[in-house]
C-alpha cells in the first residue's frame, strides 16, 4: 500500500448529493444514476474507505443501492430519522428499526458498519435511552458494528457520552470552524474511546465559493475567506486541497467526509492529491454562529 492510498483511506464520500439538490452552494445539481456509478468506482480505486449517507437524504440511499456491488468495496453509514415529538415514544422506537431496516433494502445490504442518530439531541430529550437501546440491539444483533450520533457541537456529544457509550460521533469542522478545537472538546472526546468523523469539510460550499460572488449576508467571512484563497495560491494548492490538508493535520479525526457530486470534483480533489502542504492554518477561524452553522443561514 503507498503512502497515498493509506492517507486517501481517512476519507469519505458524503452522499446527500446524490439524493437530493444539497448545499447552498451546489453548482451541479443531482449527478445522473451513471455518474454515481463511476463516481463510487473511480473513489474505491483511489482508496476512500467509507461512504456516508442517512434517511433523509432524498433517493441517496436507492441511488446507492443500485450499485450494490460497487458498495462491497466500502464501509457504508447511514442514520436515523429526526424524531420530533416533545419525549421519545414506543411509536419511535419502531421508527427507527422500520427506517433503518428499509435503509438496509434500499442499498441491498444485509448490515452496514455505522448507524448514527442524525439529531443528537433527540437522546438528550424525555426517554431518549429507548432509541440508545435500540441502536444497542441492532448491534448485538450484527446488523451495524458502530453506533454513535451526528451532531452540531461538541457541548452535545460530550452530554450524551456521560449518559451513553457511543462508538464515534460526526460533527462540523474545517478551516473556519475552529470551535471543537479551541474548547477542548474535540480533545475530550478522543480522549473517551470515541472516534470522530469530520463533516462539512468546505461548509456546503462556502469555502470554495469566490470571495467576491458572496451575498450580503456572508459579507461577515469576506475577508477571512479571501486571505485563505490567497494564502492557498501562495502555497500552489487548490483552495479544497488547502481546507482538506487542515483537517488532515488534526490526528484526533478518525475519518473526513467529502460531499461529492460530480466526477470533475472527485478527480479535482482526489487524483494527484498532495500528501503534504506547507500552509500555516492560524489566522483563517471564524466566531460567527451565524456563518458555522448552515441551519440559520436564509436567503
Not at 453509514?77 to 411509536?91: M, N, S, V, W
Not at 492557498?232 to 467529502?258: D, N, Q, R
Request: charged share 25%; with cysteine; glycine share 8%.
Amino acid at each position: 500500500m503507498t503512502v497515498s492510498s493509506q492517507l486517501l483511506e481517512r476519507f469519505g464520500l458524503g452522499t446527500a448529493q446524490f439524493g437530493m439538490h444539497y448545499g447552498r452552494f451546489n453548482r451541479h445539481g443531482m449527478p445522473s444514476q451513471g455518474d454515481v456509478r463511476e463516481i463510487l468506482e473511480k473513489a474505491a480505486q483511489l482508496g476512500i474507505s467509507c461512504i456516508d449517507t442517512a434517511h433523509a437524504y432524498g433517493e441517496s440511499e436507492a441511488v446507492l443501492g443500485r450499485c450494490s456491488a460497487t458498495l462491497k468495496q466500502y464501509s457504508i453509514i447511514t442514520k436515523t430519522p429526526q424524531f420530533l415529538g416533545a419525549e421519545i415514544r414506543d411509536e419511535d422506537v419502531r421508527f427507527l428499526r422500520e427506517a433503518f431496516e428499509r435503509s438496509l433494502c434500499l442499498m441491498k445490504q444485509t448490515s452496514v458498519h455505522g448507524l448514527l442518530i442524525h439529531h443528537a439531541p433527540n437522546l438528550l430529550q424525555k426517554n431518549g435511552e429507548f432509541l440508545y437501546r435500540e441502536m444497542v440491539r441492532i448491534k448485538e444483533e450484527g446488523l451495524v458494528s458502530r453506533i454513535g450520533v451526528s451532531a452540531y457541537s461538541g457541548d452535545i456529544v460530550e452530554q450524551i457520552i456521560e449518559r451513553f457509550p457511543l462508538d464515534f460521533v460526526q460533527l462540523p469542522i474545517n478551516v473556519l470552524d475552529r470551535r471543537l478545537t479551541e474548547s477542548g472538546s474535540l480533545y475530550r472526546i478522543y480522549e473517551s474511546g470515541t472516534k470522530i468523523h469530520a463533516r462539512s469539510v468546505f461548509l456546503q460550499g462556502l469555502i470554495l465559493a469566490s470571495p467576491d460572488s458572496l451575498v450580503k449576508r456572508f459579507h461577515p467571512v469576506r475577508d477571512k475567506l479571501k486571505a485563505f484563497h490567497e494564502a492557498a495560491k501562495l502555497a500552489g494548492v487548490s483552495v479544497a486541497h488547502a481546507a482538506i490538508h487542515y483537517l488532515v493535520g488534526i490526528p484526533e479525526i478518525e475519518k473526513i467526509i467529502v460531499g461529492i457530486d460530480s466526477m470533475s470534483q472527485l478527480e479535482n480533489i482526489f487524483s494527484g492529491f498532495p500528501e503534504k502542504i506547507e500552509m500555516n492554518f492560524d489566522k483563517f477561524n471564524v466566531d460567527n454562529v451565524d456563518i458555522l452553522n448552515p441551519t440559520f443561514w436564509t436567503n
